[in-house]
Each structure stands twice: as C-alpha cells, then as structure tokens.
T-cell receptor
Framework: NAGVMQNPRHLVRRRGQEARLRCSPM?????VYWYRQLPEEGLKFMVY????????ESGMPKERFSAEFPKEGPSILRIQQVVRGDSAAYFC??????????FGDGTRLSIL | QKEVEQNSGPLSVPEGAIASLNCTYS??????FFWYRQYSGKSPELIMS????GDKEDGRFTAQLNKASQYVSLLIRDSQPSDSATYLC?????????FGKGTTLSVSS
C-alpha cells in the first residue's frame, strides 16, 4: 500500500527558472495539501485541493505560485521565476474526508 | 500571539524516563489536534490525534487535551534513543493544519 508519493526528491533550479513539484496521494485519498518548510521555520500551509478544485489557497504567495489537481494524474505545485527565497522543503499530504493527513517524503528545492 | 506555540527545546531526558511535550493554541474553534514526529531531513509522521478533552493512549504515547486551557500535551513513557526527533504539534484551521515550530527531544542512553 503505497504512501503519498512525491517527486522529484531533490530539485535544483537557477534563479528565474520554473519548478514543478508532483504529488500522488495515497490510494483512496481525495484531498491533497501542500506545505512549505523553510530552514529553521515550521511547516506552513499553502493550499488544499480536491480533484479539479482549489478549496483553500489562503497560504499561497500571491505571485509566481500555483497549484492544480487534475482529474487524471498527480497534483502539481508550480513555482515560476524562482528566487533564492523559494529554497525550502515542500511537503504534500493527503487524507480521506475528515481524517488525519499523511505526508509524503517531500521535495527539497534548491535555488542557485 | 502565535497560533500554535511550543517550546523549541532541546528537551533532554535519559533513556527510560518520561518525556513531556507541551503545546498551546490560540483559536478556540479548533476541533482536531495532532502530534507529528519528524526526524532530521525526513517527513512528518503522524503519531497521535485527539479530538475531545481528556487523555488518549496509544502504546508508549499519551496525548492530553484541555480545550478550556487551549492546551495539548504528549507524554512519551519509557523513552528510547530512537524517540530522539522533533515533535510537531498541529491544530486544524478549517481543513488546513497549523503547526508549531516543534520541540526537539533528545533521549540519551
């Protein structure tokens, strides 16, 4: 029974490039959440999605960041024109409705 | 006031002792409370969830919730070196989880 799958595990981008992070939820989980963990900071909620819908994006930066969870395929967190401050660990979590969230192994994003 | 507050630690206990981790939260409407364990460089792992006042026990772990005091705690009995990690308290805000910065626990053998 596979857990939450994230790829890539590590991603290196140069300033100004785009970063795409993927997340496949656990089987049977319809809810996907993205969190960001900056060095020496706690986990910060970014966005909550269900299939084809963004439910809560109150934690998403206003510019350059977007997320989707299409009918088919994984959820994608997209960061355009990356800057050094985007370097962080990005975690995806999934859950069934009204159940605890389980986290993937994360994507460590490094910006050169 | 931060939404979820934890002492950063480190909390150091000898092997076999009880480790006590504490958390306070500010939003009185929160209904769901969680403890996650995170080893360095790894992902958060759910270890306890609690939804009503009182104690909830699971093996060596006991979570305690006091909604009137807006306080959640985690007790780890018979602490082992493998329990050394950062423990994250999380509280729901609607469907999102709001995390504290975590308490680092070090168990010495």
């Amino acid at each position: 029974n596979a857990g939450v799958m994230q790829n890539p595990r590590h991603l290196v981008r140069r300033r100004g490039q785009e970063a795409r992070l993927r997340c496949s939820p656990m089987k049977g989980h319809s809810h996907v959440y993205w969190y960001r963990q900056l060095p020496e900071e706690g986990l910060k909620f970014m966005v909550y999605l269900q299939k084809e819908n963004i439910i809560d994006e109150s934690g998403m930066p206003k510019e350059r960041f977007s997320a989707e969870f299409p009918k088919e395929g994984p959820s994608i967190l997209r960061i355009q024109q990356v800057v050094r401050g985007d370097s962080a660990a990005y975690f995806c979590a999934s859950s069934p409705p009204d159940q605890p969230q389980h986290f993937g192994d994360g994507t460590r994003l490094s910006i050169l | 006031q931060k939404e979820v507050e934890q002492n950063s630690g480190p909390l150091s206990v000898p092997e076999g002792a009880i480790a006590s981790l504490n958390c306070t939260y500010s939003d009185r409407v929160s209904q769901s409370f969680f403890w996650y364990r995170q080893y360095s460089g790894k992902s958060p792992e759910l270890i306890m969830s609690i939804y009503s006042n009182g104690d909830k026990e699971d093996g060596r772990f006991t979570a305690q919730l006091n909604k009137a005091s807006q306080y959640v705690s985690l007790l780890i009995r018979d602490s082992q070196p493998s329990d050394s990690a950062t423990y994250l308290c999380a509280v729901n805000r609607k469907t999102a989880l709001i995390f504290g910065k975590g308490t680092t626990l070090s168990v010495s053998s």
